[in-house]
């Protein structure tokens, strides 16, 4: 079977779309990474690595040092889909990732948006 091709998009093309998303609702980029970073358990320096090493997603979450153990207390729609039920692991982190960039914007607060 043939694998989405979301998988082989480059992290650094999504990345600038995170960061125009969240901006654009008054959020910032310390915030959408702290969220990244919170998700996946890249550092700041990590996460600008996987950007500039322009890593496709599926490459991007398997090098993920950490997901985080709170990822699976995200619920809630994206794209059509409720994330808690997203079979493929790769696709439910993508996923993960987008619904928390959509919380960002949305105004939640960052106590929230990390699951504490």
């Known amino acids: 079977m043939e694998k989405p091709r979301i998988y ?50 599926e490459a991007f979450f398997a090098k993920a040092p950490q997901i985080n153990e709170n990822a699976s207390k995200i619920t809630g729609l994206i794209c059509g889909y409720r994330v808690e039920e997203i079979e493929d692991k790769l696709m439910q982190q993508i996923r993960y990732l987008d619904k928390l960039i959509d919380e960002l914007a949305k105004g939640k607060s960052m106590e929230k948006i990390l699951r504490k």
């Open 8 to 57: 082989k998009t480059s992290f650094a093309s999504v990345y600038p779309l995170y960061l125009q998303k969240v901006e654009k609702k008054g959020r910032t980029k310390a915030e959408a990474d702290a969220v990244l970073c919170w998700l996946t358990g890249y550092d700041q320096i990590g996460l600008q690595e996987q950007i500039h090493q322009k890593s496709d997603l």
